[in-house]
């Protein structure tokens, strides 16, 4: 445990570094160090400093106001952090982060696996702004409370657990936040869901698709993608496979027949698709599935 001595960061606050393991590194999402801060305004940490030139410190950055306000910058996007809110920083670009009021932060840096393709895609879904509401507040000040902790109190949680809870959060936040349509689209949703179930195997476009539910195909598509993670068109060509994958499994249909069974227009087609979203031919997947 460390108390620092950074100027406006007060006695109570905590930060804590770790060295993980070489199987850590390698295999897991990981902390390389974080904190528990309560600042005054003089707080303002920028990237020309020596710490910031840290490698521990050039990497993936949650960063969660419980109170007051933080002012965040990163390549040259600004935005004022509120209580309840997240900001994902990637501390390798310019960056600054400056308390407008007395404020308690809660932060950490994470690497490993896929941490850069997760912050993207997040960032991505809130049309690529700094800052957001999580979708669940609550649940992500309590697990990056409880990632702390284990350093606070070391030897109460093993690393693939900080791992798995790692990848939780990020798979909480990459979760689009609710709209005020939020009823209206799960009813939708859940309409268009069982239209495509009743008919997967027909020809299926998402205009067919947007008229059973009375909506245009391109709002379809954005609540679709909002409340699922897929469009409706790679929705639909997923459960095809899936049924596809069921086939090859139990029967001794031909590959052409199953491509015919499952909606396909061609054997080449329905090999090519099958393929580029498992990785092997369905003739593999037969001998070998996975």
Known sequence: ?????????????????????????KLFYYI?????????????????????????????????????????ENAGIVSAVLPGQVALVDCALPHRFHALKKSETL??????CNTKEFFSSIRSMYSDRLSFVPPSS???????????????FPGHMSEG?????IHRLLCELIVLPHTQHLEHSDDA????????????????SVNDVAKSVNLSPSHLSRLFKMRTGFSPHEF?????????????LTSTLSVKQIAFRVGYHSEANFITSF????GVTPAVFRKNPI
């Open 107 to 112: 932060w950490m840096h994470i690497e490993g």
């Open 1 to 25: 445990m460390g108390k620092c001595t950074e100027p406006g960061v007060l006695l109570e606050s905590d930060r804590f570094f770790n060295t993980p393991s070489a199987a850590a590194s």
């Open 189 to 204: 949703i859940s309409q268009v869901v069982d239209f495509i179930t009743q008919h997967l195997f027909e020809d299926l």
């Open 32 to 72: 390389t160090r974080c904190g528990h801060y309560f600042c005054t305004t003089e707080y303002d940490f920028r990237d020309d400093c020596d710490v910031a030139r840290l490698p521990s410190h050039r990497n993936s950055t949650i960063y969660y106001v419980i109170s007051g306000c933080v002012q965040v």
């Open 161 to 165: 657990e900080q791992s798995q809870r």
């Open 275 to 278: 393929s580029s979203k498992t």
């Open 236 to 248: 639909i060509i997923l459960r095809r496979i899936d049924a596809a994958k069921e086939l090859l």
């Open 138 to 152: 609550q649940n992500t000040k309590n697990t990056m409370l409880q990632l702390i902790n284990a350093f606070r």
